[in-house]
């Protein structure tokens, strides 16, 4: 092995098989192929059909598919607004339309994605297309992106973004006069817009300016839950296309006490829509005794020929729900598939530790999954489901919104999520998930109600309309709308308040204006707002026209480029201009300081918090001192005193504790030991991380705007690094590849996959072969990624060798 990989890493770039290190364009097949093969494919070259069956299973397209994609408006390139359920396949459309605009069009384009977690998932299914078609695909999450966008001249890129960091790319390009390089944006789970916060409004700003700006950027939203069509229909100038496909039939019911009544959702008449179908009992009277609401039972009827999902409200409900369920199952659910079982729980064992829940749950063919997992145990455990070695999974409904897991049934435990009433939506989101296209003749879904109070308002849950999707351009007392005008000041889009209007009614708030009419708040007013703006030093009067024209000050300038919210840019201006007196580098604990984001509160354990002091090293502590945390204090709060008399800075001394977190992340400390010392979740750890990258990236685009902050460029970009990758040296080229985190980092490195070339070079199966719990699938996809990352290094050298 070792051999061959040394070999690999010493092929000439001449060499058949490493087309990767060519000095002319890579993949002179597909430019051939783009001349002479196009258009057999909807437009494309058949070797996407080719790659669609290989890759993905697909033989053909759905009838809906067929039907949206030769709509006379996709082909013109209108905008387009698609809805169909869950599971229905829209992805692929969105997909085909994406390989024509890089590989026919020859623009690029961007996939807007909510997660990062699914922009790294989307990247690596895109990988073998990109490497087979000849097209670049960039990541832009968390800590990456680079703002404007490397200017490509000899492939076309596919930017694969979350929703923050789409709008700083569009900021970015309209800034530099590229925004026409953009062919497309397509927006997935476009009801997002309605959410009611930062997110949805920010996807309002960034469609709205490219609409504004762009007469020829096409924009397509998906969605599997949007109601009032016609209001988006309105705002994006779109066609629409509606269906109600379903790959797999569903057939829906709602169990109250030991009634199952199936449901009819498309009657008119709420008293219709429940029919009694059946009692349900208990198969044994231990079950009987430990299981309330019937949820074993359900499982029963289906498992293990069939799989279950069961969402839950809360968190730690799944984990209860998991085990209640494996205490009572037969015992002769131990007997399947052990030797995989063990696999996956060696796949677990991270670090010497494994979560005692799953370690019990799994030999049942039973797992939770949520939020407080990490990736890797999340992923471990969608694949164990996948490949049919668990049968049961116990979930938030966050598995509905994220991960394509479909099941022969749904259960869902209670018409809540946390403490509130689910949404018609979000049912809708989790029912969809039952039936596996190919494998289920059908799928069903059990509600489980057993508060008396919640079987009125059910009725409306499983017949009523889906939840209105109302702009959130106003959230926080019209934030989104102050954000907006700053954007749109800053890139001079407009100058004076009299030109807000004409760009306001593009919003797709205005196009709701008469609908939620009592919404409209006073800062809508244009005057208002400015003078907000204007109060916290983000705009000024542009006193060089005196025509009431106003400009961005420098700090509404960096604050802008750099997407960073105006509420904090003040105090990261001071907390910044105060480090420059007296920043501690002796470590990184004041660096990161700087980095933990002002949202990321978590109320501090002060016993807790104390033993962090007391284990700091005394740099660390000088640091600590510095930014003005006082042992003492922190030293009264834990003996159990408030002192009252004494003001302490809470913000910052909570925004610490999370510093103290980051800081024992980042010298190396596993997850799990930061999650014990800390109690808090192995998920909240690694978002932490991920969310300190993303705004440290985004401290670093401030600063570049700010002369007086340039010492800390360097700094953070370099901390930017090591945040994202928290990691030896080694490991780092390795964890560049979407989706490669530190497990799978070490295992390659271990088995002598040290660069991305000898990855990019290895054949699937001697990756599968040298790599614990590694699929091929999941092998040729990590191949590709690595191949897209190389070529996109090697692209971005020449080209700068080109300039010289
Ligand atoms: N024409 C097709 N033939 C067979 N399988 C298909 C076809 N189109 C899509 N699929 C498969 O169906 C599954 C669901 O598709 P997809 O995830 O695109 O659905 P979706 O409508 O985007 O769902 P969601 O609302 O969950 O995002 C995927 O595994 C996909 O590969």
Redesign the pocket.
């Known amino acids: 092995m070792k051999d061959r990989l040394l070999e690999n890493a010493h092929r000439t770039p001449t060499s058949k098989t490493s087309n990767i290190l060519r000095t002319k364009p890579p993949h002179p097949p597909t430019q051939q192929l783009l001349t002479q093969d196009i258009g057999p494919y909807y437009g494309l070259p058949s070797k996407v059909k080719t790659l669609l069956g290989t890759l993905?299973g697909?033989k053909?397209?759905?009838d809906w598919?067929h039907k949206c994609l030769t709509l006379d408006g996709v082909k013109e390139g209108r905008n387009l607004i698609y809805s169909?359920p869950?599971?229905?396949?829209?992805?692929?459309v969105a997909e085909i339309l994406i390989f024509r605009e890089l590989l026919c069009k020859k623009k690029d384009a961007v996939f807007v994605l909510p997660f990062v977690a699914i922009v790294q998932e989307k990247i690596q299914s895109l990988a073998q297309f990109a490497v087979e078609l000849g097209f670049l695909v960039e990541e832009y999450a968390a800590g990456k992106g680079r703002f404007p966008p490397r200017k490509r001249r000899k492939r076309n890129v596919l930017y694969v973004c979350t929703i923050e960091k789409a709008n700083t790319l569009v900021n970015s390009l309209v800034e530099a006069s590229r925004l026409s390089e953009l062919g497309l944006i397509v927006v997935d789970e476009l009801h997002m817009i309605g959410e009611g916060g930062r997110r949805g409004s920010t996807i309002e700003t960034m469609l709205t300016k490219v609409m504004h700006v762009s007469g020829s950027t096409q924009i397509i939203g998906m969605s599997?839950t949007l109601s009032n069509l016609p209001d988006l229909q309105k705002f994006l100038n779109a066609d629409v296309f509606t269906d109600n496909f379903r790959?797999v039939a569903l057939d829906e019911f709602v169990k109250v006490a030991d009634s199952v009544f199936k449901v009819d959702s498309a009657t008119l008449c709420p008293e219709e829509r429940l029919e009694f179908h059946r009692m349900i009992g208990h198969q044994t009277k231990e079950i009987a005794k430990g299981d309330t609401d019937h949820i074993v039972s359900l499982v029963l009827e289906v498992i293990p020929q069939h799989s279950c999902l069961i969402f839950c409200p809360t968190k730690k409900n799944c984990e209860n729900v998991a085990k209640m369920i494996c205490k009572l199952l037969p015992r002769n659910f131990l007997e399947q598939k052990v030797k995989q079982k063990i696999s996956m729980l060696e796949g677990l064992c991270n670090e010497g530790e494994i979560c005692q829940v799953l370690r019990g749950a799994i030999p049942y063919g039973v797992a939770y999954h949520h939020s407080g997992l990490t990736t890797d145990e999340r992923r471990i455990i969608e694949d164990g489901y996948r490949n049919g070695v668990l049968s049961v999974i116990t979930c938030t409904s966050t598995l509905a919104a994220g991960v394509?897991l479909p099941a022969r049934r749904v259960i869902i435990r209670s018409p809540h999520i946390g403490r509130s009433f689910m949404s018609r939506s979000q049912y809708k989101q989790m029912i969809g998930r039952a039936g596996r296209?190919g494998i289920d003749t059908k799928g069903e879904s059990f509600l489980i109600v057993s508060k008396p109070q919640d079987q009125v308002k059910v009725v409306d849950l499983i017949g009523g309309p889906v939840e209105t999707c109302i702009s959130s351009l106003m959230y926080d007392s019209g934030k989104g709308f102050r954000t907006l005008l700053l954007n749109l000041i800053g890139l001079k889009i407009i100058t004076k308040t009299s030109d807000v209007l004409n760009f306001f009614s593009k919003t797709f708030f205005s196009t709701q204006i008469s609908t939620i009419q009592e919404k409209k708040p006073h800062l809508l007013e244009t005057a208002s707002t400015t003078e907000h703006l204007l109060s916290v030093n983000m705009i000024r009067m542009d006193e060089s026209t005196n025509d009431g024209s106003f400009q961005v000050t420098k700090l509404g300038n960096a604050t802008f480029k750099s997407s960073i919210d105006y509420d904090i840019s003040n105090q990261l201006y001071d907390d910044l201009k105060n480090g420059l007196q007296g920043l501690v580098l002796e470590n990184y604990l004041h660096l990161l300081y700087l980095v933990t984001p002002y949202d990321t509160m978590v109320s501090p354990d002060w016993m807790v918090y104390l033993n962090e002091i007391n284990r700091l090293e005394p740099g660390e502590l000088a640091a600590a001192t510095v930014i003005g945390i006082e042992e003492c204090y922190i030293t009264m709060r834990a003996s159990g005193r408030n002192p009252r008399k004494k003001k302490a800075n809470q913000p910052k001394i909570d925004r610490f504790y999370v510093t103290l977190m980051l800081n024992l992340l980042f010298k190396g400390k596993s997850v799990w030991e930061v999650s014990t010392r800390f109690d808090q979740p192995r998920g909240f750890l690694q978002n932490l991380l991920s969310n300190a990258a993303a705004f440290a990236s985004h401290i670093l685009l401030f600063t570049k705007e700010l002369d007086e902050l340039w010492a800390y460029q360097s700094l953070i970009e370099k901390l930017i690094q090591v945040l994202q990758y928290c990691t030896v040296a080694e490991l780092v080229p390795l964890m560049e590849i979407p989706g490669v985190r530190m497990t799978r980092a070490k295992q390659l490195l271990s088995s002598g996959f040290k660069t991305l070339a000898h990855i990019a070079t290895a054949q699937p199966g001697a990756l599968c072969q040298s790599i614990d719990h590694l699929s091929r699938k999941q092998a040729a996809q990590l191949i590709a990624s690595a191949k897209i990352l190389l070529e996109e290094k090697v692209e971005s050298l020449q080209e700068e060798v080109e300039d010289l």
Do not use: D, E, F
């Open positions: 993905r697909i053909s397209v759905y598919q169909l869950t599971s229905g396949g829209k992805t692929l599997a790959p394509n296209a």
